[in-house]
């Protein structure tokens, strides 16, 4: 069993960074009363965290690359506690919003660095076994968030959700140093200036979607916000093709295999997990569930996730990624048109459990092979470059998610007579938009991903070495 332990501590760093991304969920109505919160600000205490973790998850890839993947995981280890601690003593929203922003950060250090160190310890089947149980833990993170917030919440309040991260995160650091593969320091320099257009990009355009759905889409901010991120987005490409150690090398943009995949990734966050912030306030705010029973209402969709990942991860190597991601996106879809149209303004929680069980079977079928699939889609060379960019697609899908489906919910509940109907039919309608998304990246992901060929297969980095992992064309 000794061989499992570095799988042990990077399934640890993974979990908790991925359970922060949905985990505030449930809070967010006590953290309002505490700290006085108005809508916008519960936005960004999401928000800050995912985006942080999207605009450096390619940098951190970078100085992993430079200084080491085990030195720059135990890193961000650390500054993600901190940052934990600082969140769980903020005294107001402004300081929690920045705790959050370090928080991202640190665990943006952490995700950039997990499927390299699976990879760089494990060969052979041992890599296809330990790259599943690492989807596994990662779809039934995200997923059980809200049912250990709301625990956490209602039994020691909402700073619990924080603080329970210090004890893994001691743990996780102490099995890394001891366990994980020190890794060799490689050559080149970080892409600054790629970094730098990158990030005000993002940023840009997640703080254009929610002072839109504010303020209103004429207004000033707004139009300079969605103006910024344009031209950052458009100067991202010439930055990159200048720069000799860019942070995205944009010829990987034209493998078909590789874009794809990058859609998938981006619509599969967006559509999977976005809403569930909605979700958890309509359960908490018009139907007056606890936090405990809030979360426990999301139950079968992190059930379900982890349940089809541990169940299906056994095959997956005998099909090709495209068919668990691109069924997987679809199934997605099938589940939030179930939702669509279960929740109307006379629903119990009960509505919810069949279409959230079904986007759940989805998650536990796309999450084990998304990474390791994007990773087999480019050279050897690119690998971590591959890695970071999958991941920093799906954590955009989810910062931008939250913000468009919070202008839209916004806006429903600003129209309805009431706000129980308000709230049913901003649900209904980012239920829809979460539909059209999976759709869309399903049929991404099963058009542009298709079988390698044989001859294709030499330059794949785990052709050989990991006969359980498929490849993809590029």
């Not at 936005?43 to 973790?53: E, F, K, R, S």
Request: glycine share 12%; aromatic share 6%; charged share 10%.
């Amino acid at each position: 069993m000794r061989k499992w332990l570095p799988l042990v501590a990077i399934c640890l760093g993974a979990f908790i960074l991925l359970v922060d991304v949905t985990i505030v969920n449930v809070a967010l109505p006590r953290m309002a009363d505490d700290l006085h919160a108005s809508f916008t600000s519960l936005q960004w205490v999401i928000d800050v965290y995912a985006l942080a973790l999207a605009a450096l998850l390619m940098v951190t890839g970078s100085l992993a690359d430079l200084f080491g993947h085990r030195r720059l995981y135990a890193a961000g280890l650390t500054v993600f506690a901190l940052a934990s601690l600082a969140c769980a003593l903020a005294p107001n929203a402004a300081v929690l919003i920045t705790a959050r922003g370090v928080q991202g950060a640190g665990g943006a250090a952490m995700f950039a660095t997990s499927a390299a160190l699976v990879s760089m310890t494990y060969h052979g089947r041992d890599r296809g076994i330990a790259f599943g149980v690492w989807g596994a833990v990662n779809g039934a993170a995200a997923a059980a968030g809200p049912i250990l917030g709301g625990l956490l919440t209602e039994g020691f309040g909402w700073q619990a959700i924080f603080l329970v991260n210090l004890p893994i995160a001691v743990a996780a650091v102490a099995l890394t140093l001891r366990v994980l593969p020190a890794g060799r320091r490689g050559a080149g320099r970080l892409d600054v200036p790629g970094a730098l257009v990158f990030t005000l990009a993002a940023a840009s355009l997640t703080y254009a979607l929610i002072r839109g759905g504010e303020h209103g889409w004429s207004d000033g901010l707004t139009v300079a916000a969605f103006v910024v991120a344009g031209a950052a987005a458009v100067a991202f490409v010439p930055v990159e093709l200048r720069s000799p150690h860019p942070m995205l090398d944009m010829a990987l943009l034209r493998r078909p295999a590789f874009a794809g995949l990058l859609t998938g990734a981006l619509l599969y966050q967006m559509a999977a997990f976005s809403g569930l912030v909605f979700v958890s306030l309509w359960l908490q705010n018009v139907l007056g569930l606890s936090p405990v029973r809030s979360g426990l209402a999301l139950m079968p969709l992190a059930g379900t996730s982890f349940v089809v990942a541990a169940a299906a991860g056994r095959h997956m190597h005998k099909l090709a990624p495209r068919i668990p991601i691109g069924v997987g996106l679809l199934v997605i879809a099938a589940g939030s048109l179930l939702l669509w149209g279960s929740v109307h303004t006379g629903s119990g929680q009960s509505a919810l459990f069949a279409g959230l069980a079904i986007t759940g079977a989805g998650v536990g079928l796309a999450t084990p092979v998304l990474v390791s699939a994007a990773v087999d889609a480019v050279p050897a060379a690119r690998a971590g470059m591959a890695g970071a960019a999958v991941n920093t697609f799906r954590q955009l899908g989810l910062t931008l998610g939250i913000a468009l489906f919070g202008a839209v919910f916004t806006a429903r509940l600003r129209s309805a007579p009431s706000v129980r109907a308000g709230y049913a039919s901003g649900i209904d309608r980012i239920s829809l938009l979460a539909a059209a998304a999976a759709l869309a990246g399903g049929v991404a992901v099963l058009l542009a991903v298709r079988p390698s060929h044989p001859h294709a297969q030499a330059d794949t980095p785990t052709a050989s070495s990991a006969p359980r992992t498929p490849t993809v064309t590029r």
